[in-house]
């Protein structure tokens, strides 16, 4: 592992503003650089040619720009990892179709690769702040293709508010920051609607600025208005939604090792735990095989619960955005206020945590875990929060 603040120390700073490409191959930042090397992009939007190329680019036009010079170190800092690694996903996601170069949800492909990249070989996790700038950085890539078209797409709006929800968690992620990006990656390319893409990222900030979301996130009159909007049971936003809650189920999220067991004893002492290990173990059912049958039990003894309005806990790994949306689907059906508890703990103390526990988890299958984790996010649920263990 790499020094954590080597890549740091490689950002664009006074009085040149340089970006030192010999520097950024030597660090672990090198083989992806490399991988980018002859990736191929429609020459219709990109006729400077390969991914490679067009990083330099949008790295340089970044380094170039005022409103990226007059951001405080850390800012710049996280904004320029963002825009060198904003489309390593085209590395896994670029095919040719009918004819075309395209890369679908190369976005979402190349947060999740950042996260990996800077956790293991940065150790940027465990620890909050850097927690806070790895995730920053993800963020910004996860979203790095809104701005162009949040103007004009029918949601639109819902999008931003969506993304903008993410500074409660991140107090350095703003649209704001997420535009000066999207800016960098138009300027650093070579494409007939230029013009038109660098006014449609302004109208964006326009449109943030108008709903409150440029600088921050956008406040809501309460917890279960801002959830009710953005789980699409709202249309307007400033509407006050009545609250019928009867108390709070909490869902827990981390990787083995985490210290999900040791924080609910903690914080949630003589809550009902539905947890899946321990149904696992009840059951005879391991870790690593077909899990249907321990989560049909789970869900089956949440339901009792839900149905006698009683608060519980929900103990499992949940590191993925669409797990976590049926289970806050199910809690709220039955009209309960759902908190994700989100926990994660250094790469080293982590794997020596799974290696005391009663059922290890194979390393290799933490690791699979880790390539597929995405921390939930500010709109998820009613109330989010990130900890460090």
């Given at each position: 592992m790499e020094g954590k603040d080597t890549i740091l120390r490689l950002c664009p700073t006074p009085p040149d503003w340089s970006v030192s490409w010999d520097a950024l191959r030597r660090t672990s930042l090198g083989t992806l650089l490399l991988q980018m090397t002859g990736v191929p992009q429609n020459p219709a939007y990109h006729g400077?040619?390969?991914v490679l190329t067009h990083t330099?680019?949008?790295?340089?036009?970044?380094a170039g720009l005022d409103q990226f010079r007059r951001l405080n170190e850390r800012r710049r800092q996280e904004v320029f990892l963002a825009a060198l690694l904003h489309d390593i996903g085209k590395i896994r996601r670029t095919r040719l179709e009918d004819g075309h170069w395209t890369s679908p949800h190369h976005a979402a492909t190349?947060?999740?690769?950042?996260?990996?990249?800077?956790?293991?070989?940065?150790?940027?996790?465990?620890?909050?702040?850097?927690?806070?700038m790895r995730e920053t950085v993800c963020i910004l890539i996860r979203y790095h293709t809104l701005p162009p078209h949040a103007a004009y797409e029918a949601d639109g709006v819902k999008r931003l508010l969506k993304a903008a929800a993410n500074g409660a968690l991140l107090p350095d992620f703003s649209i704001e920051l997420l535009c000066l990006l999207a800016k960098a990656d138009i300027l650093g390319r070579i494409c007939g609607d230029r013009a038109e893409l660098l006014e449609a990222v302004e109208l964006c900030e326009v449109t943030a600025e108008e709903y409150g979301c440029l600088t921050g996130p956008r406040p809501f009159p309460s917890r279960h208005t801002g959830y009710s909007y953005f789980s699409g049971k709202l249309e307007l936003p400033d509407y006050e939604l009545y609250d019928a809650a009867w108390g709070e189920a909490v869902l827990m999220c981390g990787l083995p090792g985490t210290g999900k067991d040791t924080w609910i004893a903690s914080h949630c002492p003589g809550m009902p735990v539905v947890s899946l290990d321990a149904i696992r173990a009840e059951l005879g059912i391991s870790p690593t095989g077909p899990q249907k049958r321990a989560v049909d039990e789970a869900r089956a003894r949440a339901k009792v619960l839900l149905r006698e309005k009683r608060p519980f806990v929900w103990n499992?790994?949940?590191?993925?955005?669409?797990?976590?949306?049926?289970?806050?689907?199910?809690?709220?059906?039955?009209?309960?206020?759902?908190?994700?508890?989100?926990?994660?703990?250094?790469?080293?103390?982590?794997?020596?945590?799974?290696?005391?526990?009663?059922?290890?988890?194979?390393e290799q299958a933490i690791l699979r875990m880790l390539s597929k984790l995405t921390p939930p996010e500010g709109f998820e649920a009613h109330r989010v929060e990130w900890r460090c263990t």
């Open positions: 400077e040619g390969d330099k680019m949008v790295c340089e036009a970044l190349g947060a999740a690769m950042a996260r990996e990249l800077l956790w293991l070989d940065c150790g940027w996790c465990g620890q909050p702040d850097r927690q806070a499992a790994a949940n590191i993925s955005a669409d797990l976590r949306r049926g289970l806050v689907e199910l809690f709220t059906a039955y009209r309960a206020s759902v908190h994700i508890v989100y926990l994660e703990t250094e790469w080293g103390e982590e794997r020596r945590r799974n290696a005391n526990r009663a059922a290890v988890v194979p």
